[in-house]
């Protein structure tokens, strides 16, 4: 035997099921295709924001959270509707959701906390909803933001790994291409594949795939922690589901193009039951890099709710389509209009007041000031005058960005950067003059209007997230400012299905000796713990969650 168990990826929840072995006495190879530079995947570029319920900070902020109302809105995101059946897709996803739910309510802040993760009092309002009680979206704010942002929950597992290398009960096996697993006599017993050329690339910079040589690695159990699909267009389109309309011809990418799917393939091929393919988490909010990583690299707008929102045409989207509720609703409307199917873009159009408090970008390299942990930067960057600085320079960088000091010169740069010109003054005008009309009240029959006056109603959105009501062409809350927004690929909700342990489950629906799976590639739990939506934070949480879980399921067992 080469170690007691091989993982299979280095990302989040490889890691966090390599630290619970390791702290058991077993040992751990950890295969990955990518170099040393890239240990902690794609939880390194992230935000790192995590759902956490009934917590003090929440309370802090007179926030009133429960157990009860968090499954309420994870049930009604999830909409769980694959249940029938000996070999139902959601069977085990509905189980999962549930756990983790309780895993958030319960044990989490205190785990995370003994792993040496902290959080910063910003408790944030993500994902608010498509308007219904019982619906999709979260009934309150419980996206917790960790000192560190992403770098913070990755690290802490990474250097724990290193350590543990460094101590001989992990074996790095880097630049490791998994291609297959081996059996014997229906039992897991490892993988095999090929080791490619030295690369010395930075992190998140596309790595060649020459091959150098093959390898085989033995082992009491599989752990595959490989990822989603989003860095890879192709998988993307083809698992594109009709309900959400056409893909758009031209989308931009939130992960490294090493996020490409292929293990998935290759464990179905293997006999491994992989379920809600056609689920998937991606953005309409993504603006090109203009400093990129990856190829295609984008970053996503985190919108405060102020900002208007038009399509391809000029019209303003109607709920969910607002900023900040619905990422898949406002995903279906603008890919299932039939004259909308041939633009693969939407505009923001706000103004600097706006841009200043509400704008935030995704990623630990987009917020030095979370991420260094610099509290005396927080306060200047998101209380002080003007946008903080990665802000202000996609504004003045960005490919996607127009500014200008009256509408008609807005207009006149927004369709300077389409194929032909769209977009009309008059109309544009006269739509927002109609949602400026709906300030002047404290009440308004503007749904998103009435939105951002309920958002002002906590403080936590007061004070760091959403600006006073006022006119988008007031001359003193300008210049005005449009932003060309484009789809940006992101997460798998589906993938292996497996049962709570976390054991991958074999086309006949039994589990398969040796093997399991954790993170993005188990659609984050049981092929499909988010059903057909996210609560957002749930995507670092449902790796550490897995990761967690086989972690202890392997102990116990070998």
Known sequence: MDADVIIIGGGLAGLVAANELVRAGKRVAIVDQENAANLGGQAFWSLGGLFLVDT????????????????????????WDRLAGPLAEDRWAQQWGRAYVEFAAGEKRSWLHQQGIRFTPLVGWAERGDGRAGGHGNSVPRFHVPWGTGTGVSEPFADKARAAASAGSVRFHFRHRVDGLTYDGGTVTGVRGSVLAPDSSPRGVSSNRDVVGEFELRAQAVVIASGGIGGNHSLVRRWWPERLGRPPE???????????????????????????????????EGIQNWNPIWPDHAIRILPGPSSLWFDALGRRLPAPGLPGYDTLGTLRLLRTTPDLQQHSHSWFILN???????FALSGSEQNPDLTGRDVRLLLRSRLGKGAPGPIEAFKEHGADFVVADNLADLVRGMNGLTAEALLDHGHLRRQIEERDAEVRNPYSKDAQVAGIRNSRRFLGDRLFRTVKPHRILDPAAGPLIAVRLHVVTRKSLGGIQTNLAGQALGQDGSPIPGLYAAGEAAGFGGGGAHGYNALEGTFLGGCLFTGLTVGRQLVRSL
């Open 352 to 358: 600097q007041r706006i841009i200043e408090k509400e």
């Open 250 to 284: 031209k989308m931009v990418t939130g992960v490294p193009q090493h996020v490409d799917g292929r293990m998935l393939d290759i464990a179905e091929g293997s006999g491994v039951r992989l379920v809600n393919r056609d689920r998937m988490w991606h953005y309409t």
């Open 56 to 79: 003090p900070m929440q309370r802090r902020l007179g926030v009133r959270d429960s157990f009860d109302l968090a499954w309420q809105d994870w049930q009604g995101s999830a909409q």
